[in-house]
């Protein structure tokens, strides 16, 4: 059974900085991507960054210069740095890979986990 684990969420004044963590475990024979999505109420989920396996990564216009993405592949582990967070970065922050599978390529995703940006 393949996991998405997250972790790191909570509350944070704006300004301030946190950091999330997301562990893929099960059979996994490769990961093509390994990102993060975001979603308030009401609204579709939307990218806010991805990093391929090469190590390049996509961001959202509205998180450059302020977020940070990276990965370690030996331990299928994603990460996200949250600087100078603003109140309207406060959703629910989802893991989603692309995994190999026994031969099989698919999408994953997380259980959520909730930042919330306020003072």
């Known amino acids: 059974q393949v996991q998405l684990v997250e972790s790191g969420g909570g509350l944070v004044q704006p300004g301030g900085s946190l950091r999330l963590s997301c562990a893929a475990s099960?059979?996994?024979?490769?990961?093509?991507?390994i990102g993060w999505y975001r979603q308030t109420p009401g609204t579709q989920r939307e990218l806010v960054a991805v990093i391929s396996r090469s190590g390049s990564t996509n961001y959202a216009d509205s998180v450059k210069g302020r977020f940070t993405i990276s990965s370690d592949n030996a331990k299928n582990a994603v990460y996200l740095q949250l600087n100078s967070l603003e109140p309207e970065d406060t959703a629910v922050y989802y893991c989603?890979?692309?995994?190999?599978?026994?031969?099989?390529?698919?999408?994953?995703w997380g259980q959520g986990t909730q930042v919330t940006v306020s003072s």
């Open positions: 989603h890979a692309n995994l190999l599978i026994r031969g099989t390529w698919g999408i994953y």
């Open positions: 099960g059979s996994i024979s490769r990961i093509n991507a």
